[in-house]
């Protein structure tokens, strides 16, 4: 054989190699299959962290499903919801927006409880004004913001409130949790109240105050299918998987409690 022969021979024998080397990676690594269903998931705020990892496992569990999630104020989503917007499941951070929609007949099936949350003040790292409870959110001169009345969390505040017979402070009420976690942790205001859950996701930035027990709200958190739900089929699987174990486990390692 030539010197010319030889060098063919191994230049034909390293490219089989990597064609065959090439062969078996598509092989064992096929491209994945596009999602053909969808479901539209309306979110309070407080769910944010929570649902994403919800949305991912129930993604790897149900692989034709992509989930769309849409997070705002529970009284925001339901006025969407009213005016038409397509979502499928309603998750709101209290039971009275909920029922809005169940007065509307806007929902499919009987709305579930799914987990529970309770209220903290947060504050910044560290807790520089030494805040220990409602009472010290009173003080002159502390910047306290809260969620508007409308808002559950801003709801549940105004109730401990009344419950430690106090006042609540002045200060601006916000449109959702987020917005007041964000305050606190850009030292726009020296303590806000929140969810538990809130404090926990931002534990970088904020630190967390219990309430005292006499004056502990909790907040219950209802799902349901809406009726005008376009991907129903998908929507009662997403809600089975949320009240399921794999579901609540994961609202679990966020925080929630359960139901």
Not at 37 to 44: D, G, T
Not at 59 to 82: C, K, M, W
Not at 89 to 105: G, P, T
Not at 128 to 152: F, I, K, N, Q, T
């Amino acid at each position: 054989m030539t010197t010319t022969s030889r060098l063919l021979a191994a230049l034909l024998l390293a490219w089989t190699s990597v064609a065959t080397a090439s062969g078996r990676a598509h092989a064992a690594d096929p491209s994945p299959r596009p999602r053909t269903r969808e479901v539209v998931v309306f979110a309070a705020a407080s769910l944010t962290a929570s649902f994403r990892a919800v949305a991912t496992a129930f993604e790897a569990a149900h692989p034709a499903t992509a989930v769309t999630l849409n997070f705002a104020g529970s009284p925001t989503l339901v006025q969407q919801i009213r005016e038409g917007a397509p979502a499928d499941v309603f998750a709101s951070a209290d039971e009275a927006n909920m029922r809005k929609l169940v007065d509307a007949d806007a929902v499919a099936e009987a709305p579930r409880i799914f987990a529970r949350n309770v209220l903290q003040i947060a504050v910044a790292k560290g807790n520089p004004h030494r805040v220990a409870g409602l009472a010290d959110l009173v003080r002159p001169g502390l910047v306290v913001v809260l969620c508007g009345e409308a808002v559950p969390c801003g709801a549940y505040a105004l109730e401990a409130f009344r419950k430690a017979k106090l006042a609540a402070p002045p200060g601006s009420r916000e449109a959702d949790v987020k917005a007041v976690v964000t305050k606190v942790a850009l030292g726009e205001a020296d303590a806000g109240i929140v969810y538990a859950t809130d404090v926990r996701a931002a534990a970088d930035k904020v630190t967390g105050v219990d309430l005292a027990d006499a004056h502990a709200v909790g907040a219950g958190y209802p799902i349901a299918v809406l009726r005008e739900a376009a991907h129903a089929e998908a929507a009662r699987a997403f809600m089975a998987f949320v009240l399921s174990r794999p579901g609540t486990t994961i609202l679990g390692e966020h925080g929630f409690l359960p139901p």
